[in-house]
């Protein structure tokens, strides 16, 4: 220790030195060398961030230290409340503002406290059923969902109705008319109320998620983004949804921006969707191989589908870490409404897309897609076709065509038999 601050000192000292003769932009180069040397002398490892998406019956957290970190983590069940603590080793916290959450959920509380090695943040919570826990890179992260018992969508009781006394004095006839008319406006108001209710709980809430955004491009072939392709999609999607009476879709970006995949999820959920959707585009060297997929979340082992979920995921490289992503209680209570969108809609896409000699590849297909894990209902990831295959990369840079495939999903969710 002693050997590397006395080197460090001699080298200030010799770029001091130096720098008379140096040019401006070698100077910089070396005044951000002496800081990366000090802070890495220091030692130093820092929390930058917590973020926390609660939910009614599970949260996901995710831990942004400054690098990547060795850390633990356990869950403490305790009756209807448990704790959850994670331990990151070597980091400090100094100055560190836990984030404004609403303790009204799921979640109870956050803490945050000094550990003679670290840090402990403290996740005080309802009844946890199961926990995911996953490193995420770019930056490095620790992405933790817990979740608790599925809770059902809470129906209004009606309240009793009041039957009035009966008066004393016998009402007259111009008293019996005012009566009658009140009633029947009544009536009117609770039937015209009742209809409003049934319609409202009948529309079904669609979150489209256009994959990637802002500094993440995704598949790139010449001038072609695969980022602004399935946002083109998403926006007709919604455009086109206005025509659906029974549909409200919703975007997790309205724009191009870039959202780590932890939070499109989270959005989904915090949107109270129905049915997830994430859009996205493939790529491949033989530009010959074309078509469409649709996905659903599975920990299948098809050799194809694990390699397109590792491009996609950029979860670290940890095949352990990878085959943690259980298929949990959320995975399961949703894959059977997952499977009959998927099914549906692939039936719709092979139908209305024939003329454009478009392959639908496959859409009962299950795989590990992290973007669809915490979705807390019937998720979908969407290949809309190949952007390296030239009658593809051109159609889908034609409105009809994104409009054929918008409305073409839509009759599909419209006409869908899942509740």
Sequence with gaps: MKFSVFFLIFFSFFIVFAQTSLSDADRESLDQLIMDLTNASKGEKKLNDIKVWPGNSSIRVAVYPSEK?????????????????????????????LPDVKYDSFLKKIRLGKRENGIRIVIETGKVESYNVVEMEEPWRIVIDYYGEKIPEKVAEKAPEQIPEKSAVKAGPKEKQEIKKSETQTKKTEKTAAKTE???????????????GGKDPGAISGKLYEKDVVFKLA????KLSKNYEGIEVKLTRNKDIFLPLEERAAIANAMNGDLFISLHANSFKDRNVGGMEIYHLDNTRDEYADKLARVENKISENVTLL???????????YVGDSLKYSSEIGQGLKKNLQKYGVKIRGYNKGALFYVLVGARMPSLLFEVGYITNKTEKD??????YLESIAKSLLDSIAASKVK
């Excluded at 159609?395 to 009809?400: C, F, S, T």
């Design 69 to 97: 970190v060795s850390y633990k983590y356990n869950l403490l069940k305790d009756g209807d409340t448990n704790r959850i603590y994670i331990d990151l080793i070597g980091v400090d916290a100094s100055g560190f503002r």
């Design 395 to 400: 159609l889908l840079q034609k409105d009809e």
């Design 198 to 212: 049934i319609k409202a709980k009948k529309k079904k809430i669609i979150v489209i998620d256009p994959g990637h």
């Design 235 to 238: 926006r007709k999607i919604e």
């Design 323 to 333: 085959d943690t992503i259980l298929v949990d209680m959320t995975m399961s209570y």
